[in-house]
């Protein structure tokens, strides 16, 4: 099992900058694939960045975002620099096993989710 955790919302006015971050315990593994997705009030859970066999992006955050991962202490972070009302969301965490296009589902592990919210 591996939990993840993570940390970093909060209230930010647009044009602003947030770190997000995803701590990851249990049967962790540098070779495993984490990813952030977000989902707004009654839309769908959308991918947002991803670190797997190649790091992606989701066009809207092309630019702005950077995803960057710490192997030694198991976290992943998500850079969010000038920030839209539409990024707001509630972020979550995704991991599962291995390398693979990290923007294609499943994941066999979520966070919790941490609120995000831009005011405009």
């Known amino acids: 099992q591996v939990q993840l955790v993570e940390s970093g919302g909060g209230l930010v006015q647009a044009g602003g900058s947030l770190r997000l971050s995803c701590a990851a315990s249990g049967r962790t593994s540098s070779s495993s694939t984490m990813s952030w997705f977000r989902q707004a009030p009654g839309k769908e859970r959308e991918f947002v960045a991803g670190?797997?066999?190649?790091?992606r992006y989701t066009d809207s955050v092309k630019g702005r975002f950077t995803i960057n991962r710490d192997n030694a202490k198991n976290t992943v972070y998500l850079q969010m620099n000038s920030l839209k009302s539409e990024d707001t969301a509630v972020y979550y965490c995704?991991?599962?096993?291995?390398?693979?296009?990290?923007?294609?589902?499943?994941?066999?592990?979520w966070g919790q989710g941490t609120q995000v919210t831009v005011s405009s």
């Open positions: 995704a991991a599962r096993p291995g390398l693979s296009v990290p923007h294609v589902r499943p994941y066999d592990y």
């Open positions: 670190w797997g066999a190649s790091i």
